[in-house]
């Protein structure tokens, strides 16, 4: 990534930072989107400010988004698990991918068949019923991975975002399991999770499980969501993944959901609450004059020299923010020019390889402000069937 500046004036020429910056990113894990020229460079000097009645950013969002699905293709002989799973955590079904070089299908419904995907790993995993023999499913891990799950629980995490439920059916070679066995299977991991991460455990538990829910895991102990909670809450954002907010993520879905259940706020819960109000506070006092968020996250201010860090900063704390906010907070001018500022990022690279992580996650940023604010976006188009186990 480029350098890092914490004044507002910026000492060298963005346009050449960034061009280095896209480039180094899409040689690693680009999502191509079409042939790069110093003249697609972005005009950081043009104001994006917010629409004065609003009435346009439906419109616009939806723009910025439909570029993002349409014109970057991603196809299973190019491109891993890890960029094509980002893409569905945005799009869910609606996400295609390229099955042979020319015809589209659902991403999701791919894997969920059966079909091949590099890094998309999964092995039988524990006897759940040692009546019939009938087992756990693990997805492998990879840590570090861009091509495969790169932290504990990620894609059961995804899965569940994408609207999964838990008796939807995935197939592993002649196999076939349920979203549950995933389920089942994590929660008896969960003492194999040397890095103690349960960012992406809690979205997938607190999807399928009450935030109350305890139960036994291959150690023999008692384990509750509460606790991961709490494991959670002690971990120093600063050296998470991505500046802490896909840990911070987790823990505003598992506190939103426990809200929703009607459970007391107390214990690890009230700690969890505290430290989502102060996660937010800090990310919307970082906010720079240009709508973006601070490439030091919750960390202290700061504004990137290069698009592709601000999109990747940007997008992580908005979608967090998506989830953080009361509906009068999402409705704040200022969250108005957070959104637009990464539909113009994403409108001016357009024909710019950009790093997957980074765009996925802002999409989805901007899928989750434009539901909240305006209603949920129409993704469908049609897409060829999945044929089972094929690809």
């Known amino acids: 990534m480029g350098k890092v500046v914490e004044s507002r004036g910026l000492a060298w020429d963005r346009a050449s930072a960034w061009m280095v910056a896209c480039c180094v990113a899409a040689a690693v894990t680009g999502c191509v989107g079409g042939n790069a020229s110093v003249d697609d460079a972005p005009d950081e000097s043009a104001a994006i400010g917010p629409d004065a009645d609003g009435d346009g950013i439906p419109a616009r969002i939806d723009g910025a988004l439909d570029l993002v699905l349409r014109r970057r293709h991603l196809s299973l002989k190019e491109h891993a698990a890890w960029q094509i799973i980002h893409g569905a955590l ?32 999964f092995e039988p995993g524990d006897v759940l019923d040692p009546a019939t023999g009938h087992r756990g499913l693990r997805a492998v891990l990879a840590p570090g991975s861009k091509s495969g799950q ?8 995804y899965l569940a975002e994408c609207g999964l439920e838990a008796d939807d059916e995935i197939r592993v070679g002649d196999t076939t399991y349920h979203i549950s066995d995933i389920v089942a299977q994590a929660e008896l991991d969960v003492p194999r999770n040397v890095d103690r991460e349960y960012s992406w455990t809690l979205m997938g538990l607190t999807s399928y499980r009450p935030t109350d829910h305890e139960w036994v895991a291959s150690d023999g102990k008692q384990w509750s969501i509460e606790d991961l909670v709490r494991i959670e809450c002690e971990h120093d954002l600063a050296t998470s993944a991505c500046g802490g907010t896909h840990r911070m993520y987790g823990l505003t879905m598992a506190f939103n959901r ?6 007391p706020v107390e214990g690890a819960w009230a700690t969890a609450s505290d430290r989502i109000a102060e996660s937010a506070r800090r990310a919307r006092e970082f ?9 030091h996250y919750f960390e202290r201010p700061g504004m990137a020299a290069d698009i592709t860090q601000t999109l990747g900063s940007s997008g992580h704390v908005f979608e967090f923010l998506m989830m953080a906010m009361t509906d009068e907070e999402v409705r704040d001018p200022k969250m108005e020019q ?4 990464i539909c113009g990022i994403l409108e001016r690279t357009r024909d710019l390889p950009l790093e997957c992580g980074a765009l996925y996650h802002a999409a989805h940023g901007l899928v989750l402000y434009r539901t909240r604010r305006f209603g949920a976006p129409d ?3 049609p897409i060829a069937s999945v044929p089972d186990g094929k690809g």
């Open 90 to 121: 945005a799009f869910r079904r609606d996400f295609p991918v390229l099955l042979d070089g020319e015809r589209e299908v659902s991403a999701l419904e791919h894997v969920l068949r059966g079909g091949a995907m590099r890094g998309w790993e």
């Open 287 to 295: 906010q720079n004059p240009d709508g973006s968020f601070s490439s």
């Open 258 to 263: 426990h809200l929703a259940q009607g459970r």
């Open 379 to 381: 993704f469908s188009h």
């Open 338 to 341: 957070a959104a637009l500022r």
């Open 150 to 157: 790169g932290h504990a629980d990620q894609w059961l995490g």
